[in-house]
């Protein structure tokens, strides 16, 4: 039976994001900002992000959705091929502070795919990472800019986040 | 479960509907990648692909070799003429020698009916099917099933009628195959002469008169007729195939509903098709054009899958 710790529940991750959100703000102020998610629950936390942002700052935010399946440095190695999900960037990006949203940051692997196929849009002023969990382990020089928590875990244990657009709740797991 | 494609693309006859979708929904995301400012993403880095053309073809060949060059392939076109072939090579020789050369992938058009599966069962590589004499031409038809899709939304239910020289025609044969297994009604329409006995057999049906097939369908694929099949005495000559069989704007005002209208070119204007209905509101045509290419992306992306023994590796190291 494999067991399992609640990291965050529906109140303490709405309290995350909008903590968040704001330091988003904080960092990348408002002017030129684009939130990218990546598939698949990045993006809904991006929408759920800049629908904070929005409230508090009274502006309108740009979103972009990003599936890096194309861009994976495993896709020789794996076996079936995975499902390609939609990408879509709000216009230029050229020039915008370009902020991706993940769920769970790991091994940094997923990110550095992101980079490039964001470089393959254009050139961003700058481009910083936000994850609801950074979860250690990684395999690659990449940090995150914004963390919603962070948790130390080991390569048998898994990080699930859910969420309500997709999975009915609102909810974070450890599972080891 | 997942559902893979095998090695080789040969043909829609012996494939299940779930595969079909997947491709088409493989498809979908891989349109997006042709309108980006770099046309071009890393799926296929490293692989070469051969694309290899016993017969003369543009839209094909070339749609081919977009769709490898925006997934990073390394291509190479072998043509009939001018090549080994032409001093007396076999098919199997020809593959071996390429395979000799460590290639992933073939794309094979050729006049036999046969061949592309014929090489799929002699070769490591992966073998894509893009036409083979009147067996099959699957990429065309499942470009076709993705642009009915797009444009109905679905595909079960509809009444979907292929126009013309059925009897020597891949693309018919894919299409149908195609559709019924997706569940739309599939209909066909042209001279006698140019229809295959006992076509009914694959639950088709025949009209014999192209204002019947008009009232009933909501698609027409008019298939391009070959100039040389009235040299052979099938249709007595150009200007009376368009009279009795040619779609007109005049024969299709009188269809109760807007008929989608689709063909696979290179178009006869004139003959199979009025200029006016091919370049009217309701043609699809370029559409398809621009679908084939995703629609080979996702075939490509799809058969070029990975080594399990790599994949295990993978899991074992714990990757996300």
Known sequence: ?176 | MTISLGKDLIGLEHMTPEQIRLILDTAEPFKEVSERPIKKVPALRGKTIVNLFFEASTRTRISFEFAEKRLSADTVNVAATGSSVSKGETLVDTARNLEAMRIDMVVIRHGSSGAAGFLGQRIRSNVINAGDGKHEHPTQALLDLLTIRDKHGKIEGLKVCLVGDVLHSRVARSNIWGLTKLGAHVGVCGPHTLMPRGIEELGVTFFPRIEEAIEWADVLNVLRLQLERMEKGFIPSLREYYRVWGVTPERLERSPRPITIMHPGPMNRGVEIDSRVADGPHSVILDQVTNGVAVRMAVLYLLAGGRPELADAAKRGGAE
């Open chain 1, 1 to 176: 039976m494999p067991s399992v710790t609640r990291l965050l529940d529906a109140p303490a991750m709405a309290r995350t994001l909008s903590g968040m959100a704001g330091a988003i703000v904080e960092r990348c102020g408002t002017e030129g900002l684009v939130l990218v998610g990546i598939q698949r629950r990045g993006v809904e936390l991006a929408n759920r992000l800049a629908k904070l942002i929005e409230r508090s700052q009274d502006v309108s935010i740009p979103l972009g959705k990003l599936d890096i399946t194309l861009y994976r440095d495993d896709l020789s190695a794996i076996g079936p091929r995975p499902r390609v999900g939609e990408t879509s960037l709000p216009g230029e990006i050229a020039g915008a502070s370009v902020v991706l949203v993940d769920d769970v940051l790991y091994t940094g692997r997923t990110v550095r795919a992101a980079l490039d196929e964001l470089a393959d849009f254009g050139r961003p002023k700058r481009i910083s990472l936000c994850v609801l969990i950074d979860r250690g382990g990684r395999e690659l020089p990449i940090q995150a800019d914004v963390v919603g928590q962070q948790v130390k875990t080991g390569p048998g244990e898994r990080v699930e986040v859910q969420v309500d657009e997709l999975d009915g709740r609102d909810q974070v797991d450890l599972v080891r």
